[in-house]
Structure formats: C-alpha cells, structure tokens
C-alpha cells in the first residue's frame, strides 16, 4: 500500500511535467493553430539558462530560474516576430518543419557550450526525503505537484480576470471575430508563444531535480503529445489531466508490466484514444455528458 | 523525369572525376535509396496532403524484414517483396487510428507508432540484438552478388526508376486523381465527387509504407549493418525535410530532396575545415546548421527546389503527371 502511495506520486509528479509541456503545446496551438515541436528544446533551454545563472553566474536559485523564465518568455516572442509568424494560414507541416527546424539549432547552440555537452546537472535539494510516519516521500516530487497546482491557479485567474488573458481567450475562439472587437491578434499570437515558452522552462526547472538536467531532456515533450491529444487536444485544463494520467499510468505499468514496456504505454495509450475517440477525448466526454 | 536524372549523370560524372568511381556511386546508392522513401512522401504528403511523422520507422521495418530473412538465406525474389509488404502493412496500420481525421492527428498517430517500433526494436533482442544491432549479408541471388559500389548504384537506380514509373502511373489514373481532390478539400471530395476519403488516404499510406518497405531494405544491404537508433524520430524528419526540399506537389521531389540530404552532411564536413579554429571543432555545429537549412527552406522557398526548376509549368501543361 505505501509503496503504491510513492509511486503514485511519483507518477503524479512526473505527470504534472508532461502536464506543463502539454499546456504549453496547446496553448500555442490554439491561439495560432501552430504545432510546435520545439516545446522540448524550450524546455532544455529553460533548464540550462537556470544553471548557468546559478552555478555558473552565482545567482541564487530563485533568482536564477525567475530570470531564466523571463529569459525563455523573451526567446519564444523574439522567435515568434521573427519566424514562426510565417507558419500562419500555411499547412501543418510548415510549422511542423520550422519549430522542429529552431529547436535543432537551439539543441546545437547549447551543444557548443562545451561545459553543457559533458556534464549532467542537478539542482540542490534533489535528495531531500519528506516522512510522513511511515511514509517517505521525495521532497522533489511534492514540490513539482504544489508548483504545478499553484501555476495552474495563477493560470486561470491570468485567463478569467486579466484583459490580456481574456484577450488570448477570445483570440484562440475566433480570431477573426477577435479582431473585429478590437483585439490585436498578431500581439496576442506574440504573448501565447512567450507563454508556451515560458510554461515550458518552468517544465524544464521542475523536472530537473527528479532527473537530471541534460542535452537530451527535450526529449520528454515527446509524451505531451499523447498527453495533449487525450486532454482533447484544445482544451488546457485537459492538457493537466491528460499528463497527470499519463503519469500515473506510466508508473503503475512500470509497477505491474515487464521491464522496457512503460516508455510505450503514453503511445500505445494514444493509439487507442484515436481511435475509440476520433475526435478527442474532450468530444468523447462531452457526448457522453 | 528527364532534368532531374540529366541532373544525377552531372553529379556522377563530377563526382567521378573529383572523388573516385566507388565514392561517386556509393553515394549515388544512397541518393537512389533515398529517393525511394521519398516517393513514398510525395505521394503521402504532398499528392494526399497528409502528415506523417513514421516514415522512418516503416523504412526501419522493410530494413529489418529484409535482414532477418537474408540472414537465414531467403533469396531477395522473397525477402525483397516481404519487406516491401511489411512496409505496407506498417503504414496501413499507422495510418488506422486516424483514418477518420485529418492533419495533425494523423502527425500524432503517425508519432505514436514510430515511437513504438523503434521501441520495439530495442526492446526485442531475441529478435534484433537491441541497440547492438545486426550486420547484414550482401544482397545476392544463386551466383550473382551485389558487392561492388557500381552494381549497388545499379540496382538502387533500377529500383528508383521501377518504384518511379509504378508512382507516375497511379498519380496519373484514378488514385491521383483521389488523392489530389482529398488534399484540396476533403469535404468537397467525399461529397461532390463520391470519394471514399478514408480510404483514399489508407491507399496513400499503404503505397508510402510500401516504398518505404523497399527503400529500407536497400539501405539495409548498402549500409551492412543496422541498428534501431538509424531509424529514430530524427530519420522521419530528414524524410520529412527531403520531400519539403525538394518539392512535395512533384515525384522528381523526391529526387531533388535526396540529392541535397545526402550532400548535406558532406558539405557541413567541408564547411567545417573553412571554419576558423574554435568554432569547427565544436559538436553542436552540425545540428545548428542542420536546423538553419531547414529554416531558411522554409521560410525562402516554401514550394522546394522541384517547382523552383521550372518543374511547376511543366507539370501544368503534362497534367500533374510528374
């Protein structure tokens, strides 16, 4: 019972990661109907600006992630102005090949940095154990689920009280009609992808004290995708769930199934949700109510 | 047709002379190959208008089949054709979760299923010794073996103009017609010309894993020896980039874009030595470069370098044949 409570936690607080990435996914997604696949390398950047601040600088943790945020929240826009607003109105593949594209040469600029290409990294209080009378939980994995439940609140208040939140709202229903109330749509396109890129650093700085912080921790947007699509695909709240399940479902398959299955369960998990809810989870569950 | 093979004769005949027969048709072999799975993306992304993110792992597929039945001495009249089937078989299944549904899902469900069988293939190592890998025996038949790079480049161009012609007739007839109306709009196809959408795109898919199956199976007895890491995510998407490059709308796409994936590393390599001191040495080089080709394609030359060559007004006065 109590190691099943661990790694449901564990699952959870991994989950909440994938939660973030798929969030930030569908975020850009909805408010510019562009399918970034750089969400990763976002991510991996975000991580690395925090070392780099921190240990290499000698900037307080706090100060260093703050930073490195703001830092990632700048990039995406930057990127945005100069790039991604071409991907507009043009097939799914432009997009696809142009985030893909940036988030390779983000990965080879960070590979440059000798210092990041031979050394993992971990920030301090990974190691720490919260007990709970017999319970032992890490204290990373508690951090990671207050951190996501506290940002998802800040989230939804930013989307339901602030004019820039309701803006984006408004922009991502219907751009056109948006437009037409006075909302300047090329700026809120702007903000949704300094938003993604943000959401994603934060991704970054909560998974890196329960892995490590590497070239190739990219690569778990990889399972934002299967999150992002069983949250519904448009639907943020969804984007949370679908990754705290997909989390949860990983680790008790790391539990139950052999050795090496866990890693295909989101895909396999994603097979199945196409094609029994063809469109979206979200729809499936609508219809049903 | 004619301009891009006039274009390969070029090449071959200034890579003779600079770089030695055997280089110039070693990578000629691979052009050739190459090309192959990228027929198999012009006709899935840019005559049906569908993405799709497992190209390489259906190549991984055909390579696999093709291997593990050569290795136990199937003749390729039999393992080649098991490949091409195994291919086919891969991108019908890829392609089912979102038969339904266009566009992205069809990237995801596409994702899905590369992911899993390059897991697979690490994972399976009573089968295919995991990341170790397998060597591959030389393709041969009774007393003829292909071991020379000459006679490789030979039955890759044999291969690609097969593969070439199947594709021009199909584009041409009823499937082209099928899938070209999909790509335009799927609504209009299904109801105002009586087009079953679903299975106009499994047919794409089909064909794609087909020539994917035949591609892999190539490659695998060019390149002697592979292993699940060849074909990962990254493969899909230097597929992906062959046939954006080159030119999706037109099957000498697929040629144009091989040409220039296959160059692209040798050219880096050049690129490198000019470089001054610091900077060539470091190992990120590539990759940035790499991404930058990718960008600068797309946001200069959205419609490849097929439509570039004057392959646009052509194919409007051919009918889109080519």
């Given at each position: 019972m109590l190691s099943l409570i661990q790694v449901l936690t564990s699952g959870i607080a991994i989950g909440c990661v994938y939660g973030l990435v798929a969030l930030s996914f569908v975020l850009i997604y909805k408010a510019t109907e562009t399918v970034s696949f750089m969400q990763g390398e976002l991510l991996m950047v975000g991580a690395f600006a925090a070392v780099a601040l921190n240990t290499?600088?000698?900037?307080p943790l706090w100060l260093a992630a703050v930073v490195a945020v703001a830092g990632l929240a700048l990039l995406g826009a930057v990127l945005e102005r100069f790039?991604?607003?071409?991907?507009?109105?043009?097939?799914h593949l432009v997009a696809v090949l142009l985030t893909f594209g940036l988030g390779m040469m983000l990965r080879g600029g960070v590979t440059s940095v000798p210092a990041a290409s031979h050394d993992i990294y971990r920030l301090p209080f990974a190691d720490s154990v919260l007990q709970i009378g017999a319970l032992a939980l890490s204290l990373s994995h508690v951090l990671v689920i207050v951190a996501t439940v506290v940002l998802a609140g800040v989230l939804a208040i930013f989307f339901r009280y602030t004019r820039a939140g309701l803006a984006l709202r408004a922009c991502s229903e219907n751009a056109r009609v948006a437009a037409l109330m006075g909302v300047p749509v090329a700026s809120m396109h702007t903000l949704a992808w300094a938003l993604g890129a943000a959401l994603a650093a934060v991704a970054g700085l909560l998974l890196a004290p329960i892995t490590f912080i590497h070239?190739?921790?990219?690569?778990?947007?990889?399972?934002a995708f299967p999150a992002a699509v069983l949250g519904g695909l448009t639907s943020l709240p969804g984007a949370l769930v679908g990754g705290v399940f997909l989390g949860v479902a990983e680790s008790l398959a790391g539990l139950v199934?052999?050795?090496?299955?866990k890693d295909v369960v989101p895909y396999v998990l994603l097979m199945l949700a196409l094609l029994l809810f063809p469109d979206g989870m979200a729809a499936g569950w609508r219809r049903r109510r | 047709m004619l301009r891009p093979l006039l274009l390969i004769a070029v090449i071959l005949a200034l890579g003779l002379s600079v770089l030695g027969a055997d280089y110039a048709a070693g990578q000629a072999t691979l052009v050739a190959t190459y090309a192959i799975a990228g027929l198999g993306l012009v006709i899935i992304?840019?005559?049906?208008?569908q993405i799709t993110l497992g190209q390489g792992a259906l190549v991984a597929l055909g390579a696999y089949a093709e291997t593990l039945l050569a290795m136990r001495g199937v003749p390729p009249v039999l393992s080649v054709p098991a490949a091409v089937a195994l291919g086919a078989a891969g991108g019908a299944l890829a392609s089912l979760p979102a038969r339904r549904l266009g566009g992205l899902y069809f990237a995801m469900s596409t994702l899905a299923f590369a992911l899993i069988v390059e897991e697979m293939l690490v994972r399976w190592t009573s089968l295919t010794r995991g990341g170790a890998g397998l060597s591959v025996p030389t393709l041969a038949w009774g007393g003829m073996r292909v071991d020379t790079p000459l006679a490789q480049m030979l039955v890759s161009l044999a291969a690609l103009m097969l593969a070439w012609l199947a594709c021009r007739r199909l584009l041409a007839g009823r499937s082209g017609r099928a899938w070209r109306a999909v790509r335009e709009d799927e609504i209009a196809a299904a109801e105002?010309?009586?087009?079953?959408v679903a299975a106009t795109k499994l047919r794409a898919f089909v064909l794609g894993g087909a020539l994917a199956g035949l591609a892999g199976a190539l490659y695998a007895h060019w390149i002697g020896f592979i292993s699940p890491e060849q074909f990962g995510l990254m493969f899909s998407f230097e597929l992906l980039m062959l046939v954006f490059i080159g030119g999706a709308?037109?099957?000498?796409g697929a040629l144009w874009g091989a040409l220039v994936i296959v160059s692209l590393p040798q050219l880096i390599a050049l690129l490198r030595d000019v470089l001054p001191g610091e900077w060539s040495r470091s190992a990120g080089l590539e990759t940035v470069l790499f991404g930058a080709v990718i960008v600068a394609m797309v946001l200069l030359?959205?419609?490849?370098?097929a439509s570039a060559s004057g392959g646009a007004q052509a194919s409007v006065r051919k009918g889109t044949e080519d």
């Open positions: 290499g600088a000698g900037w790039a991604l607003r071409r991907a507009i109105g043009q097939p070239l190739n921790m990219g690569l778990i947007a990889l399972k199934l052999p050795e090496g299955v | 992304v840019g005559q049906a208008g105002a010309c009586g087009i079953d709308r037109h099957l000498s030359r959205p419609q490849g370098l």
